[in-house]
Every structure is written in C-alpha cells, then in structure tokens.
C-alpha cells in the first residue's frame, strides 16, 4: 500500500518551513517522523497534495533547560528523549513516557512535536505533557504563540493550530527525578494504550493526574487531584479517576472496563510516584 | 525527484516518484531485495533497515526522507557473503530462523538494539525486538541468537 | 557415529542471512521480464449485489493496460470443496453478487505497481447491499440465503446432532458448555505472491505454496487444460501454516490474465489484502457434553459442532470431519458422539491452519475434562490419569479403517509434570489465594494426541551421485521453512558418507519432480523423508551390485566405507574402495523411489502452563510452558526444537490474543497487522522442551510428525492455566482469545453471580 502521489519539500530553515506552509498550508501537511502520516498516507485516508518534512530541522531537534523550564524542539525524537540526561535529571517523567511508545524503530523516527501535534486520544505524550501542565509553542507567519496543552485540543484529533502554524516547541516545568509515575495499559507491549495514567509532582508539590483514551483529548483527573489535595488517601483519590471521563468502546474494551482500568491505574501509579 | 543515499557504503541515486518508499528504493531501484515487506500498518518490522546506524522500518520512510542519509541492509553486514557478521552467525548457530521472511528485519533490529546497549538481558531483547514479528520460530531461537551475538550466556 | 539424532545446523541459512530468501515477490527471473503487475479491487461490503461496474475511468489512468470485470472472464466458477453443496461455487471475480469483504471484483493490470493502486480507485462498483449473515445462528435460521439457489446456509453436514437416548444415563455427573475455537488468521509473514507467464502453449506459475504438484493440478483443472500444459515452480516460501495449500483463486486468476494479456503477470498481495483474502482457521462452536462418575471415571463424551465455512466452502468446511474423528484425543472413552454442520457466512473462507482439526478436538476434550474434574471436586491430572488409554491398548481403534499407532500418554503426562514441578506450583498457587494476592498463579494441563500424514502417506524420492562426487536428491515434498534441504541431505549422508556440504536437495519444481505431496499436516519427514531414505538405501544395493565385479566380491560381503564414501569388502582393510563418484563416472548413479506408509501416524505429548493473571486487570501472561511432544526418534533435534517452539507460540497466541472479528455486518475488525494480535517475542517466555520418544511401527525410522504438535499441546494448557487462576472466584469458562477485559469480565459476572 502506498500514499496518493504528492510534492515533497524539505526546507533547509524554519523560517522557509513556515513561509512555505503560510503559502500552501491548506493542501499542505507537516512531516516530522512520518510515523502517523505515512501510514494514514499509505492506507489513503490521508491525501496531501505537498509534504513539508521538517523532520530534519536541527533548530527543532533541541533539549535544553531554560530557567524553570525544559525547552524541547518539536523534531526531537522519542529516542532522544529516553536517552536525554537532561530529562533524566529535569523531568524524569518523560523519557519513561517516551519509552513506552511503540517499539524501538518507530522511536528511532516519531517525534514529540508529532506526537502532540498529531493528537491520538491514545497517544502517550499528549498526556504525559498534560500531567506536567507544558505548554505548546506554535509559529506561523505572524510569529511565535504559546498554548498550555490543557487548551491545546478541543476533540479527537484536533487543535488549536492554524493550518499556518508549526509545533516548534513543547515546554514543561523542571519536575525532577522522582514524584512521577506512568501506568500504560495494553493488549501487547507495543500497542496503544487501552488506558494510560501519568502522574506528575509539580514544583508546587501538587500532584498532577492526566490519562490517555479516557475521552477524545487526554484529560486530568481533576477529582483524584482534588482529593489528593483535600489530603484524601492514595485509594480514594484513584477512586475518583474516572469521574468526567468519557472512553471509547472497542475490541479492547467497554467504557466500564476503561473506567475501572482508570481506578486501578490511578491508584498504582500514584503508589509508585508519591506512596 | 533524485536522492541520493548512501546504501551499504556506495553511493547510489535515482529519479523517483516523492511517494517512492525506502522499502521500494532497496527493492525495485536497486534490486536489494533481502528486506521484505510483511504488513502494510508499520507493525512486523519485516523491512527494518538502518537508517545512519538506527533501526526503522523502511516501509515508512520515503526515500526522499533518506536522501543524503545511509542506510544499511542486511545484504551490507559482510561484504564477502559470509556469515561474518556476530548476529547473522548467531542467527545460524541458534536457528533463529525458518522461512526466512522475518529474518532481514530481525536480524537489522538486532544489529541496532546491540549496538544501542551491549549489557542485554533476556527481557531487553525480548522489549527491544517488539516491533519485529515472527510466525515461525515463537522467537525462543531469535532471543537465544541475540543474546550470543551481544556475548551473552543464553542459557544463564 | 550416525548423524541421525544430532544437531545439524541448516545448509540452507547462509543463503538466507545474506542475501535473504528468493520469494515469490524477489524473482528476477527472464520469464518474467515484463510482467504487467495485478492489483484487485475487492468488495468492501459483506453481501450485496452488484448492480453495475464502471471500468471507464480506471482505464484512463496512467500505466493502466487493462481493468477486467466478471464479464470479461470466461473461466468456470469452482466448487472449492468438492463434497460441499454443489451450488456453493466460487467465481474468481464476483459476477452479480459479492459474499465477503475481501472478494475480488475487478482486476487492473498496470506497468507498475503503484499505478495499480491509483487505478483501482477509480473501478467505480455499485453495490446494492443486502443484509449480512454473520454468525452461525443466522446462517441455520437460512432466512438470509448467501446461495440462494442451494436452498440452505449449510454446506455440509454429518451425523445427527442426538446421541441417542440413554448415552449419558449411567453417568453420576454430567456437564454441558457451548465453547468457542475462535476464527482465527494464519497470517504467515509473506503473504501470497504469484507470477505466471504463457508462453507456447503451456503455463509457467511461481508462487508462495506448500505443495507444487497439487497446486500445478489444481491450475491445470481450473485453466481447463493438460496438466503437463502447467509448470508450477515454488521459490523460497515465507511460512504457510496449512493456509498456502492449492492453487488459490488469485493464483488461477494471474496465470489466466497471463495467457489472456499476452504478457506475464505478477501479484502480491498486501496484508490487509491477506487478512481478508487468505483462508481463516479454526471457526468452530462446539458444545461439549461429558459424564462419569466421582471416582473420575470418563464413561461418555458428545461433541457437537457447527463449522463456519466462510462464504464459500473450502478445506474449513470439511475440517470438522477430522475434529470428530480426533475427538475422544488420549482417552478410552466407553461411548464418543460427534456430529457437525459447516454453514455459509458473509465471511472469509476457512481452510486449514496449523493442526487443521485436530487443536480443535484437543481443545474441547481438554476443557470437557476440566470441567468434569471441577464438578467432581478431583485434580485435572488425577482425572487425566484415570481415563488414559493405556500402552497395552495399542494400536487403538478409532475408526473401522484407523487406530492410534503407539503411545504412553499416562508417561508424557508425568514427564511433563515431574518437569514442571507440578506440586509445587500448586502449593504456591494456594499460598497466593490465601495470601489474597492480585496476582494469581493459574495452572494448565493439557494431554493431547494428533494424526500426522493424515492426508496421504506416501511420496516420492530420488538420489543420485554424479561423477564429481556431488548428490542431487529430488523430494516430492517442498519446505516453507521446515528445513528440509537440512534434514534430507542428513538421511542421504547417513547411508552414503558424502559430505553434507555436496548434497543438494532439490523441490518445489513439477518438470523436475512430477509427483508429489508437498508439505501439510506434519507429514513430511515420515514420507518424503522415508523416501529419500529408502532411495538412498536402494541407492547403496544398486552400488554394491555394480562394485561386486570390479572388487570381485559377493555383494553380500560390500559395505559403505562412509569415510570416504566408497563401496569396499566387508572386513578386509587392504581391499580396493571404489567411490560412488566413481561408479557414477561409469553410469549414471540414480534411485527414484516411492514410499507408502499405508498410514498415518499419532504423535502425543502433554503441556503444562503456569500463568499469571492480574486480578485487578484480568491481565493474564504466560510466565513457563513445558512441553512434552513425542514424535518418535528425533533426525534433528535443531528442526525438532524450532518446529515445537514455533507451534507453540502459535497456540499461546490463540489461547491469548488472536482472533478475527466481524461486527453485524460482517465488517471484519482486525484486518490488519495493527489490529490482529500477534504476539511478538516480549509477549512470550522461552519454552522448557522435555523429551520423549516413542516410534511408530509406521516406518523403518520410527518417525512421526512434529509440525503441528506444539500449537496442538500448548493452546488447551493455556486456556485451562488462565481458567484456573480465577477458578476459586467462581470461573469455569471463558473463551478465547483471553484477552484482559475477558479475563475480568468473568471474574466480575462470577462474583455477581455469587451474591
Ligand atoms: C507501529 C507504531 C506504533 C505506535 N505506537 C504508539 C504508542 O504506543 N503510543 C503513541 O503515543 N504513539 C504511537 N505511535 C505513533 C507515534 O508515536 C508517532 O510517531 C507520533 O504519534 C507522531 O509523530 P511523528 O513525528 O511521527 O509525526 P508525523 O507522522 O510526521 O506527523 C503526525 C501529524 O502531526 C503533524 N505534525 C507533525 N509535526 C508537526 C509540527 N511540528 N507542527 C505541526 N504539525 C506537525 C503532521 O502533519 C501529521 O498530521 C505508533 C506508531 C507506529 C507506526
Ligand atoms: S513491512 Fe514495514 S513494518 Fe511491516
Ligand atoms: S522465520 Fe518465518 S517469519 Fe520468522
């Protein structure tokens, strides 16, 4: 199976990436890792007309601390994330996050901008950036726009960003090297998520809960998190995790499943980051 | 379009369509035809091929994607068609095959997930090789054969 | 020192770790040059008819040669299985109706590959869509007909489904489950390619198959011409599991639109293609019926099936036939009934797949006698043992023409727990439930026998010494990764002492090798391997008969010096030696033999799982197998081993995770790699293989069949070990695959229903 024909552009700069996407940006589509566009390419659910690879832009492919923050190019990959000794140190949530996702080749391409870009309900990085309260730096012609990632997605597999606008940065909080814990659920090791939780503990010392394929965006526990801070135990905070929630139905499970696996879930991860 | 990829440490080019797939670039361009195709959803890891040292699935990249880059294939680990190479001797020495079609992929995953970490246990090579799907031999034989070529004990 | 026995390592690696295997799909063959490349358009709906096909714009597409619909195609619609209902034939592009998604429609023929993709979006099909048949009650009901014109849903039948009054009436306990062998795809890693070219009057066909012959057969038939007007040549074959057996309807198809086009053609299919195209396996719903009495004794057991034969009734259809046959499985049962239907779906058509019949006999004995020690409160193995079929009942009639050859199940069983340490695992088992831990320990068991060469005991083989020193055998019997080119050249060297390295083992060609049974149901080694044996041992005689002038011996005093792989006089060091190459130099030095067993043979064995299940989650793992599988002697145990491994990876993996799924329209939900649940090896542990050997009387080796074994053995434990984990919550049953919502959906259904 292949992708219908289209035009491939591989601009040397940003600045040319994002003048080329200002001019074609309605038939045009983004190409970082290619591992969620090439295969809805190949499976022709997607048809571009012109592909913008900025898989390659080294201004994208940085990680470093700035301040209070980790500041992280949307081209970074999932295997620099795992090996980063930065984010060992600074946010030892996310290379444990990241490497969870897929198997080792598609970590060798898929990037975090992708990742969050793209928007999978049961994508891994969406939620893990959602528990740390990061934020989405996008650029378009009229310059550079900051998001926080709670107000990134507004559905499945939808965003804020203008089709003129690039992810050229993912920031969150330096969290440290402990207080965090992600429970990924799934049928086999390199599947998707059935159910995901991420708990981060933030520089506030608050504990922050999102979950993956909870609902069509990664969401918060925010009752969980409530209870944590009314000062509620591990066992009742996670019982509250799926309140609000809304999860899929499919071959893997009902939402009764999901909701319970959310419970238990909720509970083992806060056991492992805060117990 | 014309790429340029360094494929098994000669240099080669061609004019090919943007949608072109690295898998079709070995296969069809360059007559490479020891990396397989087994799905079309970049879930067996049948066309895994170093792409600068890295396993990926050349199924999903395009060989626009790999143009200026190196890619190495199964056919590039022994320049004498021998089993020089420690992970394709391995394979033999283990049976870490059968049909054979799981094999080039396999035994590419191994070559990178060695050289990524050489202090493997059983349990890192079974993670490591999770995007690689074998029908044939249950993978008993594919770990034992990893293990040996990473040095290890595989009956430790 | 013999080499049978020992562990070769395969000639046929170097090949394969260098430049990879030639499959289907890699030929560069000058036969081929310029083949036009096929691309089919299927149906994406289940059950429709069509009412019109616009080919107009398809034509019109860059690189397009041709788009052909049903009404340009002049080949017979075919009865697939031939006892099957006689209406129930399949055309090889729908004409006014479609029965599966997944069914070929048009074909479009491009110069390139990619072409062909973009093209057959364009085949503009107007389906008018009728409502699908989708599980096996709706198929009985026959209110929605897929064939109208048979009159019925059911393409074959057998035996009344009542085992007559008073089968279970001296029995203190009786206990009834309806269970499911889930549907299931074969899914080897290549899928299926063809190339075919017409040229002179006579077919030339490469593909991805098991068995040259049958398929060259199968063309011939289907083409409408002479067998010798087909040359079938098989390259290197990416696994067939059974699934790769005939000559498919895409491989008639290319080898049609070859001739028809005047130019070669070729196909490949992709996997989302496969997952719909290729035969599916298992698909049985059985209900399961068995009595005794308390002191463990088996004294009836009922089988009823109802086989889903896909949409058009293949090999799946007949399969049932084998599961009733094998379905008392390693014990003397007073009274066995079993009876099946085969229905129509709007599904993919079944056929065989890895055991064929037999894991599905396997699976429900095995769950009929955990479910019977259950409701006598008695251990699985302790039941097991008290209705074994014991080593002096031997051979053991199942049916008038067939009995069990050899066997000592109560031993493999023991063996196998022994192994496993089956007392302790149940101590710890105990601790953990009285502990209250979430994290169960389930333990499985399973006894299994199946027949292997079942479809034919006979083969053909041929060796021959050339004047260099060389050995070319010939085998009617064809590898997709079984190793035979490794375990042929072993029982050519044995005989003759030519060195491994100069023995080359030839299949897979019908001008080469004209007769033949390929390789399917474990049969290989025990006929194609006896062959090659027998023709080297006839090989020997014929050198020996040769020699006797020139060394001025009596035949009776030559032996092989295997040595020097010389013909010489028995016991006198200083006599002449005269080489095999030698006599070949003289005149040409060749066997060609056929051998027949006259049976089949029933290797046994017995596994134990230990698996692990999350309570909280339902999550279960499989953490040790072992596995006792008894094939007669062993040739070579690295192919003995892989086989095992492979097969029971296999059965873990049906056990576990895999099944193929239709939602009520017969839309199928796991048509794709992503979406089908193959393990990869982090889903899996490694094996604990116990050994076990107990020839068979069936050839002068003692061999049986090793093939299909593990994925019998290993699919019943499994399923039983996760049974039990959660069997002290009130679980007696959960289907496969069992998946984790399963797992737990039955743990909460039990407790519900506890309260
Ligand atoms: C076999 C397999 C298994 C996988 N398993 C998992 C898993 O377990 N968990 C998981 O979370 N993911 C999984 N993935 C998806 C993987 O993580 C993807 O790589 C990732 O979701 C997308 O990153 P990418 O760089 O490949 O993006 P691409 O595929 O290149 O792009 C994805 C989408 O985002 C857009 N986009 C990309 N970058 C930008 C940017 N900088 N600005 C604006 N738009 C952009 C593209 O236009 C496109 O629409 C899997 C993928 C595969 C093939
Ligand atoms: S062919 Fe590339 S992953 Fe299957
Ligand atoms: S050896 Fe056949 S798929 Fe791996």
Redesign the pocket.
């Known amino acids: 199976m292949i992708p219908v024909a289209f035009d491939y552009q591989r601009p040397q700069t940003l600045d040319e990436a994002v003048a080329l996407l200002a001019t074609r940006g309605e038939d045009a589509?983004?190409?970082?890792?290619?591992?969620?566009?090439?295969?809805v390419m190949k499976l022709r659910m997607?048809a571009p007309e012109l592909v913008i690879d900025?898989?390659r832009l080294a201004e994208?492919r940085h990680l470093r601390v700035e301040g209070d923050e980790i500041a992280i190019g949307?081209?970074t990959r999932?295997r620099d994330l795992v090996t980063s000794t930065v984010l060992a140190a600074e946010c030892a949530l996310l290379p444990a996050v990241a490497a969870?996702?897929?198997?080792p080749q598609?970590r060798h391409?898929?990037?975090l901008?992708?990742?969050i870009?793209?928007g999978?309900p049961?994508?891994?990085?969406p939620a893990a950036i959602l528990a740390l309260d990061g934020t989405v730096v996008l650029q378009g012609p009229n310059g550079r726009r900051s998001v926080p990632v709670a107000e990134f997605y507004t559905g499945l597999f939808s965003t804020v960003?203008e089709p003129d606008?690039?992810?050229?940065e993912i920031r969150v909080p330096r969290t440290g090297a402990t207080g965090w814990a992600y429970e990924k659920f799934?049928r086999r090791s390199?599947?998707?998520?059935i159910v995901a939780v991420a708990v981060a503990t933030m520089p506030s010392g608050a504990v922050n809960v999102a979950m993956v394929n909870m609902a069509g965006t990664p969401i918060r526990a925010t009752a969980t998190e409530a209870a944590l801070a009314e000062g509620k135990s591990i066992v009742d905070a996670a019982a509250l995790a799926a309140e609000g929630t809304n999860p899929p139905a499919d071959t893997h499970g009902t939402p009764e499943y999901r909701r319970h696996l959310a419970q238990v879930l909720t509970r083992r991860a806060l056991q492992t980051a805060i117990a | 379009m014309k790429v340029e990829i360094n494929v098994n440490g000669t240099a080669t080019t061609a004019d090919v369509e943007p949608r072109t797939l690295l898998v079709h670039y070995l296969r069809d361009n360059l007559g490479l035809k020891a990396t397989n195709i087994g799905c079309d959803?970049?879930?067996c890891g049948a066309c895994t091929v170093l792409l600068d040292g890295e396993s990926v699935?050349s199924c999903?990249v395009l060989a626009a994607q790999a143009d200026g880059l190196s890619v190495t294939t199964m056919e590039g680990l022994s320049d004498d068609g021998t089993l020089s190479h420690p992970v394709t001797a391995a394979f033999r020495q283990e049976h870490g095959l059968q049909c054979g079609f799981c094999t080039p992929g396999m035994v590419m995953a191994a070559v990178s997930l060695i050289e990524e970490n050489p202090d493997l246990t059983e349990a890192d090579v079974r993670s490591g090789l999770e995007?690689n799907l074998c029908r044939c031999t249950g993978y008993h034989n594919i770990v034992r054969a990893v293990l040996v070529a990473a040095g290890k004990d595989p009956d430790a | 020192m013999s080499i049978l026995g020992t562990r070769v390592h395969r000639v046929e690696d170097p090949a394969f770790l260098t430049k990879g295997g030639t499959y289907t799909d890699d030929l560069t063959d000058e036969r081929l040059a310029g083949a036009l490349h096929l691309t089919l358009v299927r149906s994406p709906i289940a059950h429709a008819t069509i009412t019109s096909i616009d080919t107009s714009a398809a034509k019109q597409a860059p690189g397009v040669v041709a788009v052909l619909t049903a009404a340009d195609c002049d080949l017979e619609p075919v009865l697939v299985f031939d006892r099957a209902n006689k209406k129930m034939v399949r055309p090889y592009l729908a004409t006014d109706r479609v029965r599966f998604v997944g069914e070929p429609v048009a074909a479009v023929l491009t110069e390139h590959p990619y072409q062909g993709e973009d093209a057959a979006e364009l085949v503009d099909v107007d389906y008018d869509p009728l409502p699908a048949v989708v599980d096996v009650e709706a198929a009985l009901n026959g209110e929605v007909l897929l064939f109208p014109e048979a009159g019925t849903n059911v393409a074959t039948a057998k035996g009344s489904a009542d085992p007559g009054a008073g089968f279970f009436a001296d029995c203190e306990v009786v206990v009834t489950k309806q269970i499911l062998n889930q549907r299931v795809a074969p899914a080897p890693l290549e899928t299926r390619a063809a190339a075919a070219a017409w040229d002179d009057g006579r077919y030339t066909v490469f593909c991805s198959n098991q068995n040259a012959q049958g398929t060259r057969d199968d063309l011939a038939e289907r083409l409408g011409v002479d067998v010798a007007d087909v040359h079938v040549i098989l390259p290197d074959v990416g696994g067939g599991f059974g699934a790769k057996i005939g000559a498919d309807p895409e491989y008639v198809l290319v080898a049609w639109l070859a001739r028809r086009l005047g130019r070669p053609v070729r196909w490949s299919e992709s996997r989302s293609e496969n997952m719909t195209g290729l035969v599916h396996g298992r698909a049985q719903h059985q209900t399961i019926t068995i009595g005794g009495d308390r002191d463990g004794t088996v004294k009836a057991y009922q089988l009823k099936i109802v086989g889903e034969a896909g949409a058009y009734p293949a090999f799946g259809a007949a399969l049932p036939n084998l599961t009733g046959m094998m379905a008392r499985g390693t014990y003397d049962i007073a009274r066995k009934h079993s009876s099946y239907v085969s229905v129509v779906t709007n599904t993919t058509p079944t056929g065989a797949y890895r055991g064929a019949g037999r894991p599905e006999a396997t699976q429900a004995i095995e769950r009929a006698m955990d479910l019977f020690a259950r409701a006598i409160g008695m251990d699985p193995a302790d039941v097991r043992r008290k209705n074994f079929i014991a080593p002096e009942q031997f051979p053991y009639e199942i049916t008038d023409e067939i009995s069990y050859d050899t066997g000592e199940y109560a031993k493999a069983l023991d063996l196998a727990l022994r192994s496993a340490g089956y007392e302790q695992l149940r101590a710890e088992q105990a601790r953990r439930r009285e502990r209250g831990d979430t994290k169960l320990l389930g333990i499985g068991l399973s006894s299994y026998v199946e027949i292997t060469a079942g479809g034919g005991a006979s083969e053909n083989g041929s060796v021959e010494v050339h004047p260099d020193g060389t050995v070319t055998v010939l085998t009617g019997s064809s590898p997709h990764g079984q190793g035979h080119a490794t375990a042929w050249a072993m029982l050519a060297h044995e005989q003759l002492g030519i060195p491994m390295e100069k023995i080359t083992v030839r299949h897979g060609d019908t001008d080469q090798i004209p007769e033949g049974a390929g390789t399917m149901g474990s049969r290989s080694l025990q006929t194609g391997g006896i062959a090659v044996h027998k023709a080297a041992g006839e090989l020997v005689e014929l050198a020996k008969q040769r020699a006797a002038d020139l060394l001025e011996a009596d035949v009776a005093d030559l032996v092989v010096d295997k040595d020097v792989a010389a013909i010489t006089v028995a016991g006198v060091p200083s006599a002449r030696k005269i080489t095999f190459a030698e006599l070949a130099a003289q005149e040409q030095l060749r066997v060609h033999t056929e051998w027949d067993a006259g049976k089949a043979t029933f290797p046994f064995g017995a596994h134990v799982a230990v698996v692990e299940v999350d309570a909280e989650t339902g999550k279960a793992a499989v953490q040790r197998i072992w596995a006792v599988d008894d094939a007669g002697p062993v040739l070579n145990p690295l192919l003995f081993d892989g086989q095992r491994h492979g097969g029971i990876a296999q059965g873990i993996a049906q056990a576990m995770l895999e099944e193929v799924t239709y939602d009520e329209d017969g839309q199928p939900l796991a048509a794709s790699f992503?979406d089908y649940g193959i393990p990869s090896a982090a889903e899996l542990p490694s094996f604990d293989l116990v050994g076990m050997e107990t020839p068979t009387d069936a050839n002068p080796l003692g061999y049986k069949g090793i093939g299909e074994a593990g994925t019998i053995g290993s699919c019943p434990a499994v399923q039983n070990a996760v049974i039990d984990a959660v069997a002290h919550l009130g679980v007696d049953h959960i289907d496969m695959p069992l998946t984790p919502v399963r797992v737990w959906t039955a743990i909460q259904q039990a407790a519900g229903g506890a309260k």
């Open positions: 589509t983004v190409l970082a890792g290619g591992h969620s566009l090439l295969p997607a900025i898989g994208l949307a081209a999932y969870t996702v897929g198997d598609v391409r898929g990037t901008g992708g990742a870009a793209h999978d049961a994508g891994d990085m960003r606008e690039l992810v050229v799934t390199n599947d998707w998520a | 959803t970049t879930s699935k999903t995007g | 992503a």
